[in-house]
T-cell receptor, first 114, second 115 residues
Framework: AQKVTQAQTEISVVEKEDVTLDCVYE???????LFWYKQPPSGELVFLIR??????QNEISGRYSWNFQKSTSSFNFTITASQVVDSAVYFC???????????FGKGTRLHILP | AAGVIQSPRHLIKEKRETATLKCYPIPRHDTVYWYQQGPGQDPQFLIS???????DKGSIPDRFSAQQFSDYHSELNMSSLELGDSALYFC??????????????FGPGTRLLVL
């Protein structure tokens, strides 16, 4: 069965600090896709990144970076030099190759303190 | 860039009433997905449509039904509403189906409150 675990329920850091959000996933499929979505207080779900199971390259996009490690079934997300606008709930998610549905983790609520 | 449009954005209903939520996908997207997010919860997949046919089904109650129309917009019909149906309902769209091969882009959601 597929499952996504975000062990950190809530994190608070002071602005300009770096912060890493952990994500561990479970799947029996060899083909799967991993996602991160951001949900700010306004409620919308904002797509951040998608990785497929065959591409373990880490990715950097501005202050955001992602570390995908199949050996530990992890897909961690790091925000460098955090800003108050980064405050949101962040969801890690998984989709298996044959399914339409995305399975979300429980989310990590991130507070960036000024 | 055009995004997924959902209407209404907010809806208040009484128990046992019906509700219809509408979703207009990003232009040229042919697949729509519906998710339900309860308060403090993660989004849960309800149902999806590709080219007007149901393509996948999740934990959608029998009281709910959905369809996709020829212009690719979709409607989620909810009957005999219960207090537990109060949630944020997201529609997402993508071009093509086959799981996560195509990124699902989410709309702003419809916040349903059942009193």
């Amino acid at each position: 069965a597929q499952k996504v675990t975000q062990a950190q329920t809530e994190i608070s850091v002071v602005e300009k600090e770096d912060v890493t959000l952990d994500c561990v996933y479970e799947t029996r499929d060899t083909t799967y896709y991993l996602f991160w979505y951001k949900q700010p207080p306004s409620g919308e779900l904002v797509f951040l990144i998608r990785r497929n199971s065959f591409d373990e390259q880490n990715e950097i996009s501005g202050r955001y970076s992602w570390n995908f490690q199949k050996s530990t079934s992890s897909f961690n997300f790091t925000i460098t030099a955090s800003q108050v606008v980064d405050s949101a709930v962040y969801f890690c998610a998984l989709s298996e190759g044959r399914d339409d549905k995305i399975i979300f983790g429980k989310g990590t609520r991130l507070h960036i303190l000024p | 860039a055009a995004g997924v449009i959902q209407s209404p954005r907010h809806l208040i209903k009484e128990k046992r009433e019906t509700a219809t939520l509408k979703c207009y996908p990003i232009p040229r997207h042919d697949t729509v997905y519906w998710y339900q997010q309860g308060p403090g919860q993660d989004p849960q997949f309800l149902i999806s449509f590709y080219e007007k046919m149901q393509s996948d089904k999740g934990s959608i109650p029998d009281r709910f039904s959905a369809q996709q129309f020829s212009d690719y917009h979709s409607e989620l019909n909810m009957s005999s509403l219960e207090l537990g149906d109060s949630a944020l309902y997201f529609c997402a769209s993508s071009y093509g189906t086959s799981g996560g091969q195509e990124t699902q882009y989410f709309g702003p959601g419809t916040r349903l409150l059942v009193l």
